[in-house]
């Protein structure tokens, strides 16, 4: 299963001044644990409680006003969400260039990572996951947050393999009856609306892609693929995607239930 292609970003111009801090507040910084656009994620560990956390660095002379704008929402939403599958903010910090965020740590990695290292999932074990994924998207619905980037790269494990959902840097507030229409996400994993160039329900954008999440799980590839986004588009248009002998009719049923072409059905 392959990674889900990131949009372009401003480059890594900003990375060795990152690469050489070594304390922040009452944190020292340890390695790198990954990198987002105009952002890296440092482990760090808190001197007085040895406490670890993760804290994403942003390069504020990297970004443009509209991005700063973003930056700014993301820390706002988060600020707000308090969920035990939702990945906790615990402070932030900000310097004439840099913002910090300190963050939970969750010391389990990426749930892509992990299942490009176990392979898919059987579906009890799925089902448990998506359970918790489940819980963390409607949690942010029910207080009118939209995540948007919903892929298994967002999805982190801490150390009990519990689901933490993560990185909000596409998330906005959503209002019932107003429609959204910016782009954001990863294409594999975006709704047919986006594609067309339609203005969509936030929420339910959300739910395709959960739909694509669970497959994920339990196949450990993608329903659609692409070797092109022009052939990525007209394979996510055509909503057919194959169905494993594995798969049971109730997992099927499900699926196909969140993989809706026409989002009003």
Not at 5 to 17: E, I, N, S
Not at 28 to 36: C, F, L, P, W
Not at 103 to 125: H, I, Q, S
Request: glycine share 6%; aromatic share 10%; charged share 25%.
């Amino acid at each position: 299963m392959a990674r889900a292609p990131p949009l372009p970003t401003a480059g890594d111009d900003h990375v060795p001044l990152v690469n050489r801090l070594v304390r922040v507040g009452y944190y020292e910084m340890e390695k790198t644990i990954g990198k987002g656009y105009f952002a890296v994620v440092k482990l760090a560990k808190h001197v007085v409680t040895n406490s670890k956390v993760a804290i994403k660095i942003i390069d504020k002379t990297q970004l443009k006003k509209d991005d700063l704008k973003k930056t700014f929402r993301e820390i706002q939403i988060m600020s707000k969400l308090n969920h035990p599958h939702v990945v906790r903010l615990y402070q932030v910090m900000e310097s004439e260039k840099m913002i910090y965020l300190v963050t939970e740590y969750a010391a389990g990695g990426e749930l892509f990572d992990f299942l490009v290292k176990n392979g898919r999932m059987d579906e009890p074990a799925a089902c448990h996951i998506f359970k918790q994924i489940v819980e963390a998207v409607s949690y942010c619905h029910n207080n009118n947050i939209v995540h948007r980037d919903l892929k298994a790269e967002n999805l982190l494990l801490d150390a009990n393999n519990n689901i933490k959902l993560a990185d909000f840097g596409f998330s906005n507030h959503f209002y019932e009856g107003k429609l959204l229409s910016t782009w954001c996400g990863s294409p594999p994993y975006a709704a047919p609306e986006l594609f067309q160039g339609l203005e969509y329900d936030g929420p339910k954008a959300d739910i395709w892609s959960l739909g694509v999440v669970l497959y994920v799980l339990v196949c450990g590839s993608l329903p659609f693929d692409g070797h092109t986004l022009k052939v990525l588009r007209a394979n996510i248009l055509s909503g057919m995607f194959r169905v494993p002998y594995f798969m049971s009719a109730a997992c099927e049923h499900l699926i196909r239930h969140m993989l809706v072409i026409e989002p009003e059905k």
